[in-house]
């Protein structure tokens, strides 16, 4: 039949046949084991626990009948009672003793048992002709006539129990001597089990390697070395196993494989091809798009610089008209003239913040740590006079990073100067600034109870020359958060508006641990480290 073609068997099946045959033999050997070791502790305790005590008490009673036999003939002879202790210990060691061994007895021990039957008799005898009439005698007619039973009297009873005591001896000697025999042949019976599953698991180990050897390592190493002809670039190169049936259909889908991958080499090939071109074309739009992105920072710098002067001199006549000609002209024309002072300084304004903007990262005295509390000092005292007397600024304590001090002071400067510019009609300004450490980064959030921002509005805060509002109702170009988000990203961090605050505004930035800083979930003191009236 077909199922007993071991060609056809898998490797797993195979070893699994091979498992359970071992498996079989090896537990037919500890049932037997546990049978002859059960039998072995039972030997070893007819030896230790019951034959050696038992051999121990016959002797024991024997000399307790040898002690009560002195005492007798004492006390026949003192008329004593002290003499008679003798004989009194001994009854007493005697009951003691048969107890013992009728304990230690076994049902099986017929022939000790009967041995022990008959030395009860025997004592009992001796007791009742011998030991307790001498007894009676001397206590009621004296030592004489104690004497004289003993001298009338045989020593045949005594000599009998003594006999009696030591055919018990001998049934007790001829079980421990077959329990010892019995013990000695059950081990030798575990040290023949121990060999036959020691050769068996050594067969099993030696079949199995040599299973896996030809079924296993010897087809791998072939099927390797043909697998790298086909990674050496011999695509044609068929691959086939003579291992086992998983290694033949190994063989068959890597083959399918390499079938597959040599049909598409062409079309990869082709590709990369392609995809080359499409890389050089992209390294060329890189490069254009830096070239035109210096262009752009060096034109917006340059546009911004070189504007300033002619600025300037149209500000500065616009002032002079202003000033010589006030009230002198019509009212239309003091308008005009108003109009053109105040574009001269917007205008003014918006290049500044232009020419401010594009200087971030351009001009740069390299980062060095910077200490954020002694920032936010420097910040606080700036916008002292901005601030007012009622308004509240406080930090925790803060910790110190990497950066340009100049840029981090200039991007809080605008923060908190956002805070206080856009409060809340008849209510005081408070600014809160916290820090917490969130893996590499520090989270720093600048809180304030002002008018805060729309929802809607998000997005466009942080665009160059955004306004959310009218330019008579706050002052400003509305370039502040777009130089606070450059210098962010500058200092390789990112910047969002907390939306879920439910009054003022909350602006969120990180900025990198500082490298070495040691690794706390928390860095931040729930203390404000100064609140002042700013």
């Not at 022939?111 to 009992?124: E, F």
């Not at 045949?156 to 009696?164: M, Y």
């Not at 916290?434 to 304030?448: C, F, H, L, P």
């Amino acid at each position: 039949m077909k199922i007993f073609d071991l060609r056809t068997w898998t490797l797993r099946r195979r070893i699994s046949a091979l498992c359970v045959t071992v498996g079989i033999l090896l537990s037919v050997l500890g049932v037997f084991a546990a049978i002859t070791a059960t039998q072995h502790n039972r030997q070893l305790d007819d030896v230790l626990n019951r034959a050696s005590p038992m051999r121990a008490a016959g002797e024991s009673l024997n000399t307790a009948f040898v002690d009560q036999e002195t005492g007798i003939r004492g006390f026949a002879i003192t008329g004593k009672e002290d003499n008679l202790r003798p004989y009194t210990n001994g009854m007493a060691d005697e009951q003691r003793l048969l107890t013992r061994m009728d304990e230690l007895i076994n049902p099986e021990d017929t022939a000790i048992q009967a041995s022990l039957d008959i030395v009860k008799q025997r004592a009992q005898l001796w007791h009742d002709q011998v030991a307790e009439p001498v007894v009676t005698a001397v206590r009621t007619e004296g030592p004489d006539a104690g004497q004289a039973l003993i001298a009338a009297g045989s020593t045949a009873a005594f000599d009998s129990l003594r006999a009696a005591i030591d055919a018990m001896q001998t049934d007790i000697q001829a079980l421990r001597t077959a329990s010892a025999a019995a013990a000695k042949d059950s081990s030798q019976t575990m040290v023949s089990i121990q060999i036959a599953a020691a050769a068996i698991i050594i067969l099993a180990g030696a079949g199995l390697l040599l299973l896996l050897d030809r079924l296993v390592s010897r087809p791998v190493v072939e099927l390797a070395a043909q697998v790298r002809e086909v990674a050496d670039g011999d695509y044609e190169r068929h691959i086939s196993s003579s291992g086992s049936p998983e290694l033949a259909d190994l063989a068959t889908d890597v083959d399918g494989m390499r079938q597959k991958i040599a049909t598409e080499l062409a079309e990869v090939r082709e590709a990369r091809g392609q995809i080359e071109w499409v890389n050089e074309q992209l390294k060329v739009q890189a490069e254009e798009l830096t070239r035109s992105n210096r262009d752009l920072e060096q034109f917006a710098y340059v546009a911004s610089h070189d504007l300033q002067e002619p600025l300037r001199k149209v500000a500065s006549f616009c002032q002079l008209l202003q000033r010589r000609y006030s009230g002198q002209l019509d009212e239309r024309a003091d308008q005009y003239i108003a109009f053109a002072v105040d574009g001269a300084q917007r205008m003014q304004r918006l290049i500044n913040d232009l020419l401010a903007f594009s200087r971030i990262g351009r001009i740069t005295a390299g980062f060095t740590e910077v200490d954020l509390d002694r920032v936010l000092t420097e910040v606080k005292s700036q916008l002292e006079v901005r601030a007012g007397e009622d308004a509240e600024i406080s930090w925790s304590e803060l910790p110190t990073v990497e950066g340009e001090e100049p840029l981090l002071t200039t991007l809080f400067v605008n923060l908190i100067g956002n805070s206080l510019k856009f409060r809340r009609e008849g209510v005081p300004p408070v600014v809160r600034i916290t820090a917490e450490r969130d893996g590499g980064d520090w989270v720093i959030s600048v809180r304030d109870n002002g008018i805060g921002i729309e929802r809607e509005f998000a997005d466009k805060v942080f665009v160059i020359f955004q306004r959310l509002h009218a330019r008579d109702a706050y002052e400003g170009t509305g370039i502040g958060l777009a130089i606070v988000k450059k210098i962010v990203e500058y200092h390789g961090g990112r910047i969002w508006l907390d939306l879920d605050v439910e009054e003022g505004t909350s602006l969120n930035f990180t900025i990198p641990v500082l490298p070495g800083a040691p690794d706390v979930e928390d860095a931040t003191d729930e203390t404000p480290k100064e609140v002042a009236a700013a």
